[in-house]
């Protein structure tokens, strides 16, 4: 039954070529009209394509760790802020700033201003008094921002000594030099409450190590000062971040410092033109090198200049379908299509090699062209189809970067078969009528001949080294590790990739951090689940796990601590007029009483119950200099409260394993990221589609080759090089010091299609033993060859581009096809030698 | 006649406790007949009566007329100046408290609570810039406030009215033509003035690292 239906499937594929050929050979014009007919609006589509450059939108972040992640970046504005970091010497930085901050305060885009804010220091002048104004609002609610832990401070200004003491120290501020700064603070807080909270406002809004020492963002060892600025427009708007980036680089030319740019969005932007520049110089040098080895191979002009007609046919019209189906494309994914350079090309050596071959053994350019069409032509489906088999399996994937890496390449691998398959056969009648060849001299063999003589005569010893060259590749593939750090995969020279590192490496509290997301409707209750967070948060940090954790409630109490605070101050205050002798106090200490008038009624209703303090505290502190504070930990977005905790830790010591077990008990549903969840879950994501990829295409390779092969012969050659170049190709990342990541890892897929196709070839041609068994070898192993060398020259140029995910799949792909090759051209024939007894020449 | 002009301080003279130490060098003498001078001469005169000096000690006597008080706060204690950038400040009791300004890096301490507060200043706000604003001869004037000078005798005054709403409102300086400082009032927005009456300032003494000490 499945013997039939793989014969029916032959006989369609045998006639769907034959009819290939017809129209090819006979109907040129047939074939420009078709082209033209699919260019059209393939060309429509690739116009109204959007391309990406968000490194975030490669993977999917429909929930999880990275959705409240990128949720994050946009609730508090940090994806949209542009991050300036200087260099040099200290004496230096200082100025370099000063001016620089200036010149971004004052930079225009279309006439507007660039920036909303531009924040280059921590002390600001003119933010004293909203900051008084605040102090002084949080000195009359101790209820909100003192815990019982300070009441006893508290307790001890409200005694007649107490007082006394504290306005003595009020005297003297205000009799010093600084009591012109220390007034606004003393006529709000006269007993010097501020003692007692600003400690945990300081604790709270210090996110970043930085010298305390300084006014400005600058790291303890006086190298490296952060400007924060925020631009006017979002910047996703692409046509304003270029212009604003174009802005910033007059604006940083000439300065006396280095000054590097970073921020989430703006990044993308700043190595747009690198980016693009690296992609389109790959393009060229494999494209070079492809049209090189070609016509260095066959020495024929006209056939090597339609190799870009081809490859360019071929990926137009992927990105167009695709554009079809994608509103947007990332620009990673688009690079990929120059896998298509050599995949595309191979078909093109493939039949050509056949024409030539037939050309040369005497046949007519139509009958030489039917036999390459349909004979070999046949093989190359097959392969074509396993190579784009595996890749268009990938789709299946909910990873945007192998859903798009295998649609474009998988559509590019048909399309460039079928460009090949009608638009050779006219080019090269018009070759052999316009400039035929005087004689077909013999292709060179590449030493293929002695190749194929020395693996029958050493069969034996090859099997060997190859089963023993399997099993150390093997051996070393276990030790393969994975690499879940994101960064390694975006470009090495990313000027906001290396500032990105600078910082943290200069400011950050810890290497790691870990945030928590409370969510709710209702802000008290969304404060006191927090707090169950923060007290587990408390208890880590303590045992010496975390290093640091910061959050809204280290500054303003949950209700539950609310009403614990103002239980104790009614107790403790019970019976006393702490107002009226505050107020005796000042009259003894020579103060005017009126304008203390807002701070005795402040301590009169210290032990008041008063509903939603935390609502009015939130609003006061958004209201002051301290509103950054508030802008990190807590966020109204769409009606809900998100209270955001954040916890910093070094590594190992932590285990965030049994943190977030514990956390999700305690607080079930709460939302936890970082950057290690945010790898897991993306690792995660790729171990799924990894695993129905791998089945899918497997089984599509499978199904594939059994209806090409009738025999099991033929199905093992073809997966054995496979095989073994898949091994070797994990056995030699181990050796090169590579590791698996979320990218490379489809590459084994891929290496499935591809890889296959030169055990088909080669058993398609020199499988059967017999008379001339040996020129078929050198034949198929030719066009093998120039295959993997092509491949290679296309997937070269990955290995070398700036771009950590590209640059891991270049490398493992090379060593794949590198591989299959040598397995197919050394160890078949071999292992083939073994099943029969081919003569040789 | 008083002539005005408008001109603009560097940002160390905006509103902030630097305007207080930055002044607090200057002192006032007996008012005569009044000559009037154009701001750029009033500034000239007081970069001239620097030119050389690279330090200074003074006793000081301190009124301060506040909104919060009802009494006078009058104290009185002793400055030291040493370029390029530090300044001592200290309150005898019974309003103790010792300031120094290193470069721009302020700190306060109150010797009766052995407490420190240390408050960073940004860079221009130092003395430094000040300093280096007067080396230069001055023959244009920055933008941003209003200035007024004139001399009675010897003594010559300068009157800087600061634009803006906050802060201080117009700082007097009297000085004699060799520099040294006699008084500085400085009046504030809010009606708060203060009154630094300079006494026995000794210029070019030889001040060390440690007359420039806390504790």
Redesign the interface.
Known sequence: MISRLFALLNAAVTAHLNWIWRVSVRSPRMVAFGTLLLLIPALWSVATTRFEFDIFRLFPAEKGALRLFLDSLEWTGSGQEAFFVLEGAKGEL??AA?EFAQKLSALKVDGGPAFKKVTW?T?D?AE??PFAAFVGYAATRPELFLTPAELAGLQERLTPQGMERAL??A???????????S?GL??RDPLGIRELILPRLRQASQTLDLD?????FLSRDGRLLVIIAEPAKPVQEMAFARKLVAAINVARAGSRVKISCAGAHLSAVIDEASMKGNIVSCVISSLAVVLGLFYFTYRRLLPTLLIPVIIFFGAFLALGSAGLFLSSIHIISFAFTALIIGLGTDYSIHIYDRFYSERQHGAETEEALRLAITDTGHGVFTAAVTTAAPFLALTISDVRALFELGLLVGLGVLFSLYATYFFLPPLLIFAERRFPLAIYRPLPSFGLGPLWDCCIRRRRGITIVTALLIVLLLGAATRLGFEGDLKKLQPRQSEALLTQEKIEQHLNLSPKSLMIAVEGSDLSQVLARGARADALAERYRRQGELVAWSSLGQIINAPRNQKVMTGLLTTALAGRDSAGELRRALERG???IE??APALAGVAAFADSRPDGAAEAVKRLSASPLKGVVERHLVKHDGVWRLLSHLSYNGEEFHRERFLAELATELPGVRTTGVDLVAEQLSSSVRRSFGWTLLLGGILVLLLLMSHFESKAGIFASLFPVFAGGVAMLGLMVFTGMKLNFMNSMVIITILGMGSDYGLHIFHRAGSVGPGQRERFIQAGRAVLLSALTTIAGFGSLAFTDYGAMSSIGWATNYGIAATALFSLISLPALLALRGSPKGS | MIRTHSFSVPPCL????T???LL?LFGVATMAAAEPLTPVEGLELLRRGFAGMTDFTAEIT?E?Q??????K?T?TGRVRFRRPGSFF?E?FAP???R?LLEK??LT?F?P??KSR?????????GLGRWFTYLDKPITTLPEGVQLQAERHGEICTLRIAPQGK??VRELTLLFLDDGRIKRVIIE?Q?G?RNSITFRNMKKNVGLTDKEFRLE
Do not use: H
Not at chain 2, 14 to 17: D, I, M, Q, V
Not at chain 2, 66 to 71: E, G, I, P, T, V
């Open positions: 200082i100025p000063t220091r002390v002048p004293a008094e003595r120290r005297t003297t501020e205000l009799a010093g030099q600084a009591g012109m700064v007034r003393i006529v305390s020492s300084s006014p400005y020579g103060f005017s304008p203390f | 905006r509103g902030s406790a305007v207080v130490l607090s301190q301060k506040l909104s919060l008080m009802k009494k706060l104290s400040m309150i309003y103790s408290s300031l721009s890096d306060i109150y009766a609570e507060q240390k408050i960073p200043l940004p860079a221009e706000e906050q802060g504030e809010n708060d």
